[in-house]
């Protein structure tokens, strides 16, 4: 019998919200192609709810049973969810890349991939390889009556919307040259100050070296690029988001280092080639939107690693930004198999929101969610704007890295928070707010997401009632089969279903 000292130190291990092994299934490829109307719910769909949900992400794992090296090298496959009049209907399509039909017709890995995909034969077989394959497979947007998906290093896809067809690569009139960087993060300015009021779609690129270009593209509504304008910042650059305020974008220009040596070799990816500094600062990147003030503004602070911003806004002389943040970065190491990730060893994604003073150059920032979150979501009239209400997917554990298995609203004037996990089988992706038309509240809408059912291998549609989100999903669309844990999409009110 152990002694009692023997028991206080006895190692407890914590009782996980999840299962290794289910998780991991949520990463077989899907490589079937899927039409039909959701006839297997739980619940009652909104009849009030209509439009399109599309949602991009890594559709492949594998290419004819050769596995790629990470999620992030996957194809890009389009989900589509339409809600009509109480009813919802499922496609899927992969984006038919030129990449994707080369390897699927070879039926093998042609291209090296940016996060660690060799082709087969070594890294004799990769050196000296710097063909990019675009693969399309990041966000999916639908703007200026085009459905796009994005990738942050190449040109856009364009797809029918009715019918998920490729239609090729998109240039915006020539505005964009052949291969040129379009992110995968744009922002929607619900009325945008250049333009008289007017909607407008703003996003970025980035050219990375040892010193970085970033350019600022900013759409009409229809679709036409009415501003673009670059500037050029000292050091290598890694900068997946940003966000925007009616006067300006804002760039975290993460504490990283690139050594190309090993993928120019063939022995690693050129994201396995990026470092962490944790000793040093984040550079704040505040570019102007109007193009002819030149003057950027560059500030310095110390928060890790941010991939995710939730939402800015100007308030007096400040900017405040919301910003997800990892205390550290682990690499992507070339011999490793993302599926057996210990979670444990990992830091936890937290929200801090940050005061940029622009009169003084200074950077105050506070904590306002510790649990593990990621895919932050908001009331798309308010981005730019002091907002309210926050949605992310979290981690069902208040501590730690672990798995997204939960969704949390967080009302950023109260600090009260709403709590609903699909743990311990349930696997969330990015919620997506959709507001009630003629809402009058701020949390007045829906939240719309994808949940893998790990004790099922299939996925499920879940709507949440944004106000009750504590209360769990009104509804839940068990669809036909698995969907691999994706990445980015929006909603739009417009209804898209196969043309008859
Ligand atoms: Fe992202």
């Not at 194809?75 to 969810?81: E, K, P, Y």
């Not at 890995?109 to 087969?120: M, S």
């Not at 500030?299 to 939730?310: I, K, N, Q, R």
Request: aromatic letters at 12%; charged letters at 20%.
């Amino acid at each position: 019998m152990p002694t009692q000292e023997a028991q206080k130190h006895a190692f407890v291990a914590p009782v996980k919200s999840y299962d290794l092994n289910e998780w991991q299934r949520g990463y077989e490829s899907l490589k079937q192609e899927f039409d039909y109307w959701i006839d297997d719910v739980e619940g009652q769909i909104p009849p009030e709810l209509n439009g399109t949900l599309f949602r991009n992400g890594p559709g492949l794992l594998d290419i004819n049973g050769q596995r790629i090296h990470h999620p992030f090298d996957g194809d890009g496959m389009i989900v589509r969810v339409t809600f009509q009049n109480g009813r919802a209907h499922f496609c899927n399509r992969f984006v038919r890349t030129t990449g994707y039909l080369e390897e699927q017709q070879a039926g093998k890995i042609l291209y090296r991939g940016v996060f660690g995909t060799k082709k087969p034969g070594g890294w004799l077989n990769n050196a000296f390889d710097f063909k990019l394959k675009n693969i399309a497979n990041t966000n999916v947007i639908y703007w200026g009556n085009k459905l796009l998906a994005l990738w942050e290093a190449a040109e856009p896809y364009r797809l029918d919307p009715y019918t998920l067809e490729t239609l090729g690569q998109e240039y915006f009139d020539g505005i964009l040259s052949e291969g040129e960087a379009f992110g995968a993060h744009p922002r929607f300015d619900p009325h945008s100050k250049l333009d008289g009021g007017a909607p407008c779609l703003v996003n970025f690129s980035i050219k990375p070296g040892l010193s970085t270009t970033i350019t600022i593209f900013e759409l009409s509504p229809a679709g036409k690029v009415v501003r673009k304008h670059a500037c050029t910042v000292p050091g290598f650059a890694f900068i997946h988001d940003f966000a925007i305020t009616p006067n300006y974008c804002i760039l975290f220009q993460n504490p990283v280092t690139f050594n190309p040596i090993p993928f120019v070799l063939g022995m690693r990816g050129a994201a396995e080639c990026i470092k962490f500094q944790s000793q040093r600062p984040t550079r704040i990147i505040i570019i102007p939107r109007q193009p002819k003030q030149k003057q950027i503004k560059i500030l310095e602070t110390y928060c890790g690693f941010v991939f995710h911003h939730a939402n800015a806004f100007e308030q007096d002389r400040e900017i405040i930004i919301d910003s997800i943040c990892y205390k550290s970065l682990p690499e992507v190491e070339p011999e490793s198999d993302f599926r057996k990730v210990n979670f444990d060893a990992l830091d936890p994604g937290q929200i801090w929101r940050f005061h940029l003073n622009l009169q003084n150059h200074t950077v105050q920032q506070q904590l306002l969610e510790s649990r593990h979150c990621e895919f932050p979501n908001l009331h798309p009239q308010k981005v730019g704007h002091s907002y309210r209400y926050i949605y992310v997917a979290a981690a069902s554990a208040s501590h730690g890295s672990a798995p997204l298995q939960a969704f949390l609203k967080i009302d950023l004037h109260s600090g009260k928070q709403q709590f609903w996990s699909a743990a311990p089988h349930g696997f969330v992706g990015e919620p997506v707010f959709v507001p009630r038309s003629n809402a009058q509240q701020e949390d007045d809408g829906w939240i719309l997401a994808l949940v893998y059912d790990g004790a099922n291998h299939r996925s499920d549609v879940v709507i949440l009632d944004a106000r009750e989100l504590h209360q769990g999903p009104i509804a839940r669309l068990h669809l036909k089969h698995h969907i691999p844990y994706g990445l980015h999409g929006n909603f739009t009110s417009e209804v898209f279903l196969p043309r008859n």
